[in-house]
């Protein structure tokens, strides 16, 4: 194992107290594991650090350039050290947050002036997007999902339940006719997705079940801010959360059709885990969470 830094603070204090002796005492070490140490750091820098006598400890050259350098090495160390340390106890930094597009516009995006107001040191990253990101690899500090999850390594926090409802312009409805049953998707256009991870099924609830509803239309779009767009303009059915339908359809832009068919996905937030999450991330967690699970609990009424 590398030890270079653990020979250095050696060398120093051999320097500090000149004896090897005195700083084994100190570093309770052994005076011959000291001067092992010193032995081993000058056979590696091939060059000599300290002239020994019976009688006293003198630095060559290089030794006191090694002494000058290695000081300020350790010295910027320590003082990086500290700065981690007081920004452990401070919430600032960075905090990169990905979400969908509807969840993060509606849900997330009105938080944030009151959190800068909590946390004004706290620059927040934040990236709206449908696709389902790598934390990792994206360098992603807090991930919102919707849906079911993947095993994996991640630490998951509940936000709550997104019920899905199947919804038209009322225009759409009058040209088309309002589906009665399920099987009267058969004759709409039904606005999809065209994620990688995306089958042209809606999950349906039939006879206390959910089952998986074949859809076909003219739009397949990567994000549901663009679905529930074009809903509104009257292209065609969508089946979208309700918190993303809940101001269309109080405004009278969407219907709801098939009430009770729907399903429900939950939502989480996603972290890496271990015992050092940073304190902005704690901080940040700890800010939305709560106003967005009231935010889903809302309902029509909110």
């Given at each position: 194992m590398d030890n270079r830094i653990g020979e250095m603070q050696v060398f120093l204090r051999v320097v500090e107290t000149l004896s090897f002796s005195e700083a084994a005492r100190s570093l309770r070490m052994t005076p011959s594991t000291v001067s092992k140490l010193i032995a081993r750091l000058e056979a590696r820098l091939g060059v000599k650090l300290i002239e020994r006598s019976t009688r006293r400890l003198a630095l060559t050259d290089e030794g006191r350039l090694f002494h000058e350098r290695a000081g300020a090495l350790l010295a910027d160390l320590d003082a990086f050290e500290r700065e981690l340390?007081?920004?452990?106890?401070?919430?600032?930094?960075?905090?990169?947050?990905?979400?969908?597009?509807?969840?993060?516009?509606?849900?997330?995006?009105?938080?944030?002036?009151?959190?800068?107001?909590?946390?004004?040191?706290?620059?927040?990253?934040?990236?709206?997007?449908?696709?389902?990101?790598?934390?990792?690899?994206?360098r992603t500090d807090v991930a919102f999902r919707v849906g079911r999850l993947s095993d994996s390594n991640l630490v998951a926090r509940r936000v709550g339940v997104a019920?899905?409802?199947?919804?038209?312009?009322?225009?759409?409805?009058?040209?088309?006719?309002?589906?009665?049953?399920?099987?009267?998707?058969?004759?709409?256009?039904?606005?999809?997705?065209?994620?990688?991870?995306?089958?042209?099924?809606?999950?349906?609830?039939?006879?206390?079940?959910?089952?998986?509803?074949?859809?076909?239309?003219?739009?397949?779009?990567?994000?549901?801010?663009?679905v529930r767009r074009m809903a509104v303009a009257g292209a065609g059915l969508a089946r979208l959360g309700e918190y993303h339908a809940r101001a269309d359809i109080a405004a009278g832009r969407l219907v709801e059709v098939l009430a009770g068919t729907g399903d429900a996905e939950e939502i989480h937030a996603l972290h890496l885990g271990g015992p050092l999450v940073p304190l902005r991330v704690r901080a940040f967690l700890d800010f939305v969470l709560p106003r967005l699970q009231a935010f889903l609990r809302a309902g029509p009424a909110g």
């Open positions: 340390a007081a920004g452990a106890g401070t919430p600032d930094g960075t905090i990169r947050v990905n979400a969908s597009v509807a969840f993060g516009t509606l849900g997330l995006e009105p938080l944030l002036p009151a959190f800068w107001q909590a946390y004004p040191r706290i620059v927040v990253d934040l990236s709206l997007s449908d696709e389902i990101v790598d934390l990792y690899l994206d019920p899905r409802k199947i919804v038209a312009a009322p225009d759409y409805l009058a040209r088309r006719g309002t589906p009665r049953s399920i099987d009267d998707l058969d004759g709409h256009n039904c606005l999809g997705f065209n994620f990688r991870r995306s089958a042209p099924v809606w999950p349906i609830r039939s006879g206390g079940r959910i089952v998986d509803r074949m859809v076909t239309g003219t739009l397949l779009a990567n994000n549901g801010e663009t």
